[in-house]
């Protein structure tokens, strides 16, 4: 399979607990995006990489999260001390960038918080 | 601010029914235009997207979209839909500078009865 993956495909924790999630991008995809997905909403937009370097940041993203791809290749999305509101789907994506971006996405990463 | 409007958030419809889901956008300049879709169970799949040209783009499994410029829209449509088109279909919108930080519509729960 040439697809995104991502991993772990669920996560519960309690509250207060830090969380990481992995991308493994399409290869050769050189940007990578993470969005989250909370029930009865499309993905919104969190950040995204061009090769190694993170480009844009939302305001969605808090100080409690931190994303890196430190080689390019894969990424990590750290949530720490996490809150019951950080409870969604996290989603990566993955395209060969260009003016006709096209993005890819992977199955995601469900995180409950208790 | 940037913005995907879908019309309608759950639509009904028999087999052998049309299909048309609006979409709007509020976007200045050059925009790239995408419908994903996500069946029950599966992540998101690119159906259609339209970068230039023809404003009148075929996806795949019959669906088709039109870019309406002077409407801010791109509204999917499939003369004849099957159980199997069950699903959530997205609009998403990016532009062809800087971040293509794409914007998702909330979404539109398609339920086709057999």
């Known amino acids: 399979d040439t697809g995104v993956s991502q991993n772990p495909r669920h996560k519960i924790t309690k509250r207060g607990q830090n969380v990481t999630f992995r991308c493994d991008p399409i290869?050769?995809?050189?940007?990578l995006y993470w969005y989250r997905q909370t029930l009865g909403q499309g993905p919104e937009f969190l950040t995204y990489?061009?090769?190694?370097?993170?480009?844009?940041k939302s305001r969605l993203l808090s100080d409690r999260f931190s994303a890196e791809r430190p080689k390019g290749s894969f990424s990590t999305l750290e949530i720490q001390r996490t809150e019951q509101g950080d409870s969604a789907m996290y989603l990566c994506?993955?395209?060969?960038?260009?003016?006709?971006?096209?993005?890819?996405f992977g199955p995601g990463t469900r995180l409950t918080v208790l | 601010a940037q913005s995907v409007s879908q019309h309608n958030h759950h639509v009904i419809l028999s087999e052998a029914a049309s299909l048309e889901l609006g979409c709007n956008y509020s976007?200045?300049?050059?925009?790239?235009l995408f419908w994903y879709v996500q069946y029950p169970g599966q992540h998101l799949q690119l159906l259609l997207k339209?970068?230039?040209?023809?404003?009148l783009v075929k996806g795949i499994k019959g669906f088709e979209a039109e870019f309406i410029k002077s409407k801010f829209s791109f509204n999917l449509r499939k003369p004849s839909v099957q159980w199997s088109d069950t699903a959530e279909y997205f609009c998403?919108?990016?532009?062809?500078?800087?971040?293509?930080?794409?914007?998702f519509g909330a979404g539109t729960r398609l339920f086709v009865k057999a």
């Open positions: 994506a993955s395209s060969l960038g260009g003016v006709t971006d096209t993005q890819y």
């Open positions: 290869s050769e995809h050189n940007r």
């Open positions: 990489f061009q090769n190694e370097a993170q480009l844009e």
């Open positions: 976007y200045g300049g050059t925009v790239n």
């Open positions: 339209y970068f230039s040209g023809d404003p």
């Open positions: 998403a919108v990016n532009q062809n500078t800087g971040g293509f930080k794409t914007i």
